[in-house]
């Protein structure tokens, strides 16, 4: 039996599906299909920046994951979404720190909105620069009305 949750508009379907056996998680989805008339946007790797291009929370991992989700929030709102378009992320965190504290933030973020996107995580050793502590990129879909 496959738990799912189902969204339309104008003949779009965005459908969360948890199949059995894979773990049931409140925090991700373990596939999501997406058919019919939608707008799809890719948001590159946002990191810890500001307005200025001055890094946040300089080993904070908390503050950076909070200024990376505003970052991606400001990059979906530029293209017509929010946060609950998002179907999958990519998280790269720096080797040592700590994916809770990181996981807070998001939880935060999220909410209580259901049918989470689909969520990897990697440790990496380095990112494109020496104060940045994680990088996270996106994939939203906009039902087309």
Same mark, same amino acid.
């Given at each position: 039996m496959t738990?799912?949750?189902?969204?339309t508009s104008a003949h779009a379907r965005i459908v969360h599906l948890n199949p059995e056996p894979l773990p049931n998680n409140p925090a991700f989805t373990q596939v999501?299909?997406?058919?019919?008339?939608?707008?799809?946007?890719?948001v590159g790797g946002q990191n810890a920046i500001d307005a200025r291009g001055g890094v946040v929370g300089k080993g904070d991992i908390k503050a950076q994951t909070q200024q990376v989700l505003a970052n991606l929030r400001e990059a979906l709102a530029?293209?017509?979404?929010?946060?609950?378009? @998002?179907?999958?992320?990519?998280?790269?965190?720096?080797?040592g720190q700590s994916l809770q504290e990181?996981?807070?933030?998001?939880?935060?973020?999220?909410g209580?909105?259901?049918?989470?996107?689909?969520?990897?995580?990697?440790?990496?050793?380095?990112?494109?620069?020496?104060?940045?502590?994680?990088? @996270?990129?996106?994939?939203?879909?906009?039902?087309?009305?």
């Open positions: 738990d799912h949750a189902e969204s999501i299909s997406v058919s019919g008339p939608v707008k799809t946007i890719y530029a293209a017509g979404a929010g946060p609950e378009h @998002i179907i999958k992320w990519n998280m790269y965190l720096l080797q990181g996981f807070e933030a998001f939880q935060q973020f999220w209580l909105r259901p049918n989470p996107p689909i969520i990897t995580m990697a440790y990496v050793s380095g990112l494109a620069n020496p104060d940045y502590l994680l990088e @996270i990129d996106a994939v939203a879909v906009v039902p087309l009305a």
